[in-house]
């Protein structure tokens, strides 16, 4: 089913069009569709894959950076920005209209993330052709900043997830839990329309932390 979305009265307008200019930069950019005119960017390779590697720190290096295609994807860096205002869209530009962090990561008082993200994905039918969507779920909400990823490394960002004092106070088993099942994690894999979902599946991804992290949990070196 899709939604007309309909606004009455000066206050519900000037709402409506903040909601709507919140998702205008969530199109796929020129890079996006470079990025699905390659398959293996798209696709995560199964973590049985990573077996042939003899050596098993190397095959833990390798089955972290293949999770990272998910872990470094837009879809997750937006909501681990590396200030108090969250990232937008496949160029992950600062969010429009302003908006910041706030308690629990859910935005200040009469700007809350809320105001125009619901418990799920609302097409929106009848406006821009670069707006298709406006993306929600029930936990919607910014990554602690603590968990910041936004201009790390992947191997800065595999030390900090190991790290408890960083990561929510979660043991790696929470992890591989927080990965492989966690419903806001889930959303990447359905973004809603207009937006590039995150490469493979949460079942794939899911498997390959699980993998890592029976190997030894080994980073990257960069």
């Not at 937006?78 to 209209?97: E, F, I, V």
């Amino acid at each position: 089913m899709k939604f007309k979305l309909a606004f009455a009265g000066p206050a519900l307008t000037r709402i409506a069009a903040a909601c709507l200019f919140v998702t205008a930069g969530t199109a796929l950019s020129p890079a996006s569709v470079a990025q699905d005119a390659n398959a293996d960017a798209r696709t995560l390779r199964p973590a049985a894959s990573f077996q042939s590697i003899a050596n098993e720190q190397e095959r833990s290096v390798a089955l972290f950076t293949e999770a990272g295609k998910v872990i470094q994807h837009p879809r997750c860096v937006n909501c681990h920005p590396a200030t108090d205002r969250p990232l937008q869209g496949a160029s992950m530009h600062p969010h429009q209209p302003p908006v910041f962090r706030g308690d629990g990561g859910m935005g200040l008082p009469g700007m809350q993330c809320t105001t125009c993200h619901s418990a799920e994905n609302i097409p929106v039918v009848g406006q821009a052709d670069t707006v298709k969507s406006i993306p929600g779920n029930p936990a919607w909400h910014l990554a602690p900043i603590e968990m910041a990823w936004e201009g790390k490394t992947l191997g800065q960002i595999c030390q900090q997830i190991k790290d408890p004092a960083r990561n929510g106070d979660m043991t790696m088993d929470e992890l591989v839990e927080h990965m492989a099942h966690d419903e806001l994690v889930g959303w990447g894999w359905n973004p809603g329309a207009g937006r590039e979902p995150v490469p493979g599946t949460q079942a794939e991804f899911g498997e390959l932390i699980r993998a890592w992290v029976d190997t030894g949990a080994a980073c990257p070196a960069s």
